[in-house]
């Protein structure tokens, strides 16, 4: 059966210095090296950790 979970990846790909993740998918190196070889509820697992880490990140930057 083949896996039908897509990528996080958006094309926008550079690692940001500071934090170690990718700018565009929020992934580390690591992160996205695992990604062809974890299993589907893996996937599922970190794109739940992914969306945490974008709600972190946009919570920074909202107005006071």
Do not use: H, V
Request: hydrophobic letters at 40%; a positive charge.
């Amino acid at each position: 059966m083949p896996d039908s979970i897509a990528s996080p990846c958006n094309g926008i790909c550079m690692i940001d210095e500071r934090s170690g993740y990718c700018t565009g998918c929020l992934r580390s190196l690591q992160e996205i090296a695992a990604w062809p070889d974890l299993l589907p509820a893996a996937k599922i697992n970190l794109l739940k950790i992914l969306e945490m880490r974008r709600r972190g990140l946009m919570a920074r930057y909202q107005p006071p």
